[in-house]
């Protein structure tokens, strides 16, 4: 994969020296093409893998919500809420390493890309309360904002000087939450079988190329 990144690093670097005049809303959507690429996106999305920590995501997720995580994880905790974890981070963060032990248990090879995905989606779906059937959805988006990010940061601070690391990664993760949400129900279908991890790749790929952000 060194290879196909250090390509990937010097076509980012080519193309944004053509739209370094532009607004970084629309040279950001026009360089994210040249990075979600299928064969790229095919390093991170693997498929055994993406569907485990999902099923595993959700299961501990239901869990807390019914007020059987205690029991059915072996958490020392009397009784373990998303209301308590909200206020208290060193809890969480305990609460999901004993879930990720669980997926890692079904698969120990987990990328490490997609165990901070999966670390930030839990934090995400615990603080806000969400429905465990947005589970797959909020995944796929932190797995193509750490792509994305890891691609474009220093690109585009380098030549996009006037913007921070901050501004910049907020553009990257709205970017990626509207091409993940624009194929929402195909995620959906992805993991319930109904779809081939080749042409949901693809579709990541043809949204990353029609997706815009709006004008400052």
């Known amino acids: 994969m060194g290879t196909s990144r250090r390509k990937t690093s010097d076509k980012v670097k080519k193309l944004l020296e053509k739209q370094k005049e532009q607004d970084i809303k629309k040279a950001l959507p026009k360089v994210t093409s040249v990075v979600l690429t299928p064969k790229l996106l095919g390093h991170i999305f693997n498929e055994k893998e993406f569907k485990t920590i999902v099923s595993v995501g959700i299961a501990g997720l239901s869990a807390l919500k019914s007020g059987s995580f205690s029991a059915d994880y072996n958490f020392g905790e009397d009784l373990v809420s ?5 206020e208290n981070p060193l809890t969480l963060n305990q609460v999901i390493d004993k879930i990720l032990e669980a ?5 120990p090879n987990l990328s ?3 165990v901070t995905a999966f670390k930030l989606t839990m934090a995400k779906m615990i603080k806000e309360e969400q429905d465990v059937h947005s589970f797959a959805l909020e995944l796929c988006i932190f797995l193509i904002y750490l792509l994305l990010q890891q ?3 220093e690109a585009f601070s380098d030549v996009f ?3 921070g690391h901050k501004e910049i990664n907020q553009l990257i993760k709205d970017l990626a939450r509207k091409i993940a949400n624009s194929i929402q129900t195909d995620i959906n279908d992805f993991v319930q079988g109904k779809m081939e991890l080749e042409a949901l790749l693809q579709l990541i790929s043809d949204k990353a190329s ?3 952000l709006g004008e400052f």
């Open 161 to 163: 000087q006037e913007f």
């Open 112 to 114: 490490e890309l997609l």
């Open 103 to 107: 997926a890692e248990e079904l698969d």
């Open 210 to 212: 029609d997706t815009t």
């Open 82 to 86: 998303c209301d308590l974890l909200k």
């Open 151 to 153: 691609e474009l940061i």
